[in-house]
């Protein structure tokens, strides 16, 4: 049902003619116009205003859209300068024509039924082509190409990137390209909000089932990039760094260095060994892959675990990175994008990029 409306929205139209008036009269007396009239944000105070086919148009995604990114009506209606009522009043007539619900009402605000994270994907893809399609005219003649990646900080993606920069992107090429590091939860909603073209989440191998089936009801594919066992890292002159295996009672005396998105200890800890119960005493929380180096330079006895980090990377650190028996479960990072996105040349290239690097550098701790 939703699909065909989606279709409905880019069929028809007026065809070029020779004079601009006719062809407005055409279209008026055929009355099937792709839209109902157009209402710009000024118009909105005045009052919700049907079109006279009934059809939905760019302003009901807009709304829609801009109601999911606030998470409540009325938030919304102060972002766009509309009116509440107007605004719920576009959303209900737009709900009651698709026979669908995309939103749940709460106390708190509004939630996605099923259908409304469909209908969010669709429509935020629609509208960053819309938005493309308005800019074509106040381009350069070379449009720079466009690229959002979003990753679930890790040390080699950026390392990919670089690389890939230096292999594909010519100089003078110009290039908008937009690099986010941040948690799983955060990487999945951009990309399905059409904010980046690709993402990499770093999951437990046995939460797989679960983040698989969460993707596919919003709509975004998956593929594996690695699999692996957490790695410790730390300065060369670490005091551990000639054992021949480390223990978490050998651990204890030290500073952990965690991601501060991994505020849960259990769920920490269950990326390591989800029969270990303790916590270590010591922990750094840090938002950031620059602070957490520095940290691991200058704190001795720092260390922290991570996934299979480039050897160059740990060279100008000063580090080392090794294997320890306690590290007992398998994690995945996986590559995701939109299902329906076409994806560029660009993205394509990127993404392939990436899924040969990861596989070589897992390939080297014989994962």
């Known amino acids: 049902m939703l699909s065909g409306y989606i279709k409905r929205i880019w069929a028809g139209g007026c065809r070029p003619g020779r004079d601009t008036a006719r062809q407005g009269t055409r279209l008026r007396q055929n009355r099937q116009p792709i839209w109902r009239e157009q209402i710009n944000d000024k118009e909105c105070g005045g009052g919700y205003r049907r079109g006279r086919e009934g059809r939905m148009n760019l302003q009901q995604l807009k709304y829609v859209l801009a109601i999911y990114k606030e998470g409540s009506i009325t938030k919304a209606s102060h972002a766009l300068f509309c009116a509440q009522p107007n605004l719920s009043s576009a959303l209900k007539s737009l709900e009651n024509e698709l026979h669908i619900k995309i939103f749940e009402r709460t106390p708190g ?14 429509a935020a893809n629609i509208m960053a082509q819309v938005e493309m399609l308005e800019n074509i005219g106040s381009r350069p003649a070379e449009v720079p190409a466009s690229l959002g990646i979003s990753v679930s900080r890790a040390s080699y993606c950026t390392q990919a990137l670089s690389q890939w920069m230096n292999a594909r992107i010519r100089p003078e090429q110009p290039l908008s390209l937009h690099f986010c590091e941040t948690n799983t939860e955060k990487v999945i909603d951009q990309v399905f909000r059409a904010e980046s073209d690709l993402g990499v989440i770093r ?52 500073t952990e260095v965690v991601h501060g998105d991994h505020r849960n200890p259990s769920l920490t800890m269950a990326r390591i060994d989800p029969t270990l119960q303790d916590t270590p ?5 840090v938002y950031d892959r620059g ?41 995945l990072d996986l590559l995701i994008w939109r299902k329906n996105s076409p994806g560029s040349s660009l993205v394509r290239s990127f993404a392939d990029y990436l899924q040969k690097y990861a596989g070589e550098l897992a390939g080297e701790w014989g994962e």
């Open 109 to 122: 605000g509004v939630e996605l039924t099923p259908q409304g994270e469909a209908f969010i994907s669709y």
């Open 203 to 254: 999951i437990p191998a046995f939460y797989e089932s679960y983040y698989k089936q969460l993707l596919a009801n919003k709509n975004l594919c998956e593929t594996l990039l690695m699999q692996f066992k957490l790695l410790l890292v730390m300065r060369k002159d670490h005091p551990l760094v000639g054992a021949p295996d480390i223990t978490p009672d050998m651990l204890r005396p030290f």
């Open 281 to 285: 005493p010591r922990r750094i929380y």
């Open 291 to 331: 602070s957490q180096i520095d940290l691991l330079k200058t704190l001795p006895g720092s260390y922290m675990w991570a996934s299979p980090v480039p050897a160059d990377i740990l060279e100008d650190a000063g580090m080392i990175q090794r294997t320890a028996s306690m590290s007992r479960v398998y994690n």
